[in-house]
């Protein structure tokens, strides 16, 4: 296993920004009640950090995997669905819990996602400018892919704070990538398990 398997992190704090209580308040997340108290639950529910040590842990295996691009000048920043062109203003860390709340994505689906990032980094560079998006796209193919309760990508664009048509080329793009292959051979399933 390559160190970027490997993961570790640091404290993480799950705070609401502006942009979340809209989706809170324009989706249906959680349904909206007419009792304060049910509605004051429901919001302190998605405080709460889901799977926080494996967030933790995701946030420090991405990080090393870009420090290990730029020290192996692995950094061509090529113009593609992924690529910003600026870098995003929320930091990496609160993104990953952001995207875990937001998407209620089960555990095993999460391991998942990071099998399909260590594959994509491999074929192209993950750094600063396309982690956000790369990040997402796995979780979103993921998702696809192992659950059962998958929600319309119009509702995951407003989660990644991206267009619809953004969404549905990184889509394509991430599983072209994969060589359209999203199997996950058990073994290295419980690798990546065991890691964390």
Known sequence: MSESQIFISSNLRCEKNTFEKEILDNSNISEKSTETENEEENIENLNKPKYCKLSEKINETIEKMIENNKKNKRRKIIKDSFTGKTLPKILLKEYINRIIIYTEIEKNTLISSLIYIDKIDKKKPITEFNVHRIFFTAILISIKYNEDDILKNDYYSKIAGVSL??????????INLLNFNLYIDPCIFEEYKNLI
């Open 165 to 174: 048509n953004e969404i549905n080329k990184m889509e394509f793009d991430f």
